[in-house]
C-alpha cells in the first residue's frame, strides 16, 4: 500500500492550494484518513481528520480555513486550504487507516510529505 500526497507549492499569504493524497495498493477497506504537518523544528501536529462516513475534525488553527473531504472511489483525501497564512508553512503528511485483507488488522499508512510555503 502506498500513499501519494501532492499539490503542495508556493503561495502568498491569502492564497490558496488544493492538497491530494491517493491510496494504491492492496486495499480492502479505509476507515479514517487524515492531514498532518510538521513545521522545521515543530513537531507533527494534527490538521483535519475525515472518517468513512464523512465526520471531520479540525485543528483550531485551520477552522473555518481548510476543508477536508474524500473519494471514496478514488480511495483519495484532499485538503483545500484556504486564507493562508505563513504559519501555515509546514511540510504535509497524509495518513489513512487501512485493512488490506477481510479479518486481518488496521495499519495506518503515511504519504512521503508535499512542502507548502507561504509567504507574506
Known amino acids: 500500500v502506498q500513499l501519494q500526497a501532492s499539490g503542495g507549492g508556493l503561495v502568498q499569504a491569502g492564497g490558496s492550494l488544493r492538497l491530494s493524497c491517493a491510496a494504491s495498493?492492496?486495499?480492502?477497506?479505509?476507515?479514517?484518513m487524515g492531514w498532518y504537518r510538521q513545521a522545521p523544528g515543530k513537531q507533527r501536529e494534527l490538521v483535519a481528520t475525515?472518517?468513512?462516513?464523512?465526520?471531520?475534525n479540525y485543528a483550531d488553527s485551520v477552522k473555518g480555513r481548510f476543508t477536508i473531504s474524500r473519494d471514496h472511489a478514488k480511495n483519495t483525501v484532499y485538503l483545500q486550504m484556504n486564507s493562508l497564512k505563513p504559519e501555515d508553512t509546514a511540510v504535509y503528511y497524509c495518513?489513512?487507516?487501512?485493512?488490506?485483507?477481510?479479518?486481518?488488522?488496521?495499519?495506518?499508512?503515511w504519504g512521503q510529505g508535499t512542502q507548502v510555503t507561504v509567504s507574506s
Open positions: 475525515i472518517t468513512s462516513d464523512g465526520r471531520t
Open positions: 495498493g492492496s486495499i480492502f477497506s479505509m476507515s479514517a
Open positions: 495518513n489513512s487507516e487501512i485493512r488490506t485483507t477481510r479479518w486481518g488488522p488496521v495499519y495506518v499508512y
